[in-house]
């Protein structure tokens, strides 16, 4: 589905990242980890399209993602960004509706087809009786909701997350993510996402790929890359790792010490 | 839509009938019947020949340019507001005016007709620079790649001064054409006649149509660069072409009429207070609103001190200065 190849980024002398390459099957849900600064939102961007590697290229099944029209791109592909919706005073089903502009024509209006998917999703993602509120009066859960909900009715193959949980509450955070897990399954949907927390990495993701000053540190199974000393490595702390009682999938557990070591 | 386009049809025959010589708006309306083709024909006239070339070939001359004047610069300020995501932003606050109008001046000050322009050599100066303009503001108003709303305002009015004393100086320059200067940079719709409209129709027609095709783009936009990339819209192409069309407007809008400012702001602000942020009602609706506002501006201009005729702009300053204050002191957050 898609193929990251040798992809590097500099900023004049600054190296943001160094020889990039992986591949994500169809259907699957690839993590980014990593720690701050080293690069995993510029990454997503680079995927993404909004800015361009300095070498390198981005394969969408067999096609190279720069010659891809800008309509096209988003109907294969959806983004949420870091940043998120604006505080802006749009209703929340004007704002699904924007979903449906890569499938319109210049001349064509949403018609009764876009109309049934908005209301679908919306019943999807339980914003149905939000549908009228405005963005600037929403909670981080609700806009969050509706960001997802509007890369829903885009109809992408792809999916790409920008640390989807960050600001949000424990069950906020499985909320949104469980969303994607599903529509994932249903829809043999792609998922790309970086992630912080890597517990929820590790339950949510098929596979990891961990960052470290620009370049790959380990690429492979949960794992494979949730590891003792892989992670003691690159994020100069010593975690234990443990599995966790119900899916059987390594978690980190820190421990608090009385002095810095 | 229809409610504000009745408005807009009363709003002119009230205008066409109010003056130094006053006519019934009877006489108005079946003069202006018999105007449209086929039923012209078919009427008897039942009104002096005087009454007719007031009506026809000195009033509404006028108003028909208020009506073009008025609706391409609300159309302007709503695509502006839009696109720049700013809600102060007008023609006139962000310089574009200011620098189509020395732009202009300059033509007037050496009577220079570009061969190749003709009639439109004005209007295509004006546009010309107003663009500069709106370049140099939006370069001194970006810093660290992003703009904020109040640096974009301050760069506006940094240019400004500096257009406002170079405009001084070509009137210090040009005793005799002075007055004419002046008084059209102060903004005026007198002294015209059909051929200025001629100038300024297709202009606002082309840039209307323009403007509502990409009205969804604009509400796109809405949601930030990044959500609009994302989202399918190539943002850097439609922004430079709003932002052209915008101009465009504002320079036709200058050249004739000289700098009318506020309209920009107010009409399109009213319009977002009464239907909603979605611009595939407010670029419409704006520029009929912006009919309306600068007609009856126009009325007040040349009735309230009769026979003495006031600058139109001082009307529309007067009126929209405040407005501003006032949204500046409402908003609660860099959006709308």
Redesign the interface.
Known sequence: MLTVQNISKHYKEQVVLKNISFQVKEGTCFGIIGPNGVGKSTLLKII???IEPSSGKIMLRNKELASIS??K???EM??L?Q?G??????SVE??IM??R??HLH?YEREGKKDKEIVERVMEQTGVTSLREKLL?TLSGGERQRVAIA?AMV?QPKLLLLDEPTTYLDIHHQLVVLQLVKKWQKEAGLTVVMVMHDLNLASQFCDQLLLLNNGGIEKVGSIEEVIEKDTLSKVYETVPEIIEHPINKVPQVLLTALDELS | MPLLLAILLVTVLVSVSVGSANIDLKTVFLILLSKIPLIGDRMDETWKASTETIVWNIRMPRIVLAILVGAALALAGAIYQGVLRNPLADPFILGVSSGSALGAALVMLFGIEILLFGKWTLPVVAFLSGLLTLFIVYVLAKVNRRMQMETLILAGVVVQAFISSMLSLIMALADEKMQSILYWMMGSLALTDWSYNGVILPIVLIASVIAV?LA?EI??L???E??A??????VKKIRIVLLIVASLLTGAAVSVSGTIGFVGLVIPHIIRLAFG??YRLILPLSVIGGAIFLVSADTIARTILEPRELPIGVITAILGAPFFGYLLRKRK?N??
């Open positions: 993404s399209g909004l800008q309509k791109l988003a109907r959806a983004v960004s940043s919706l604006p505080t802006y005073p749009l004007d704002t924007m979903g502009y890569p210049w600037d509007k885009q | 095709l969804r509400n796109i809405g949601l930030g990044e959500t990339h994302y989202s399918g819209v190539s942020s979605d957050s959006y709308f």
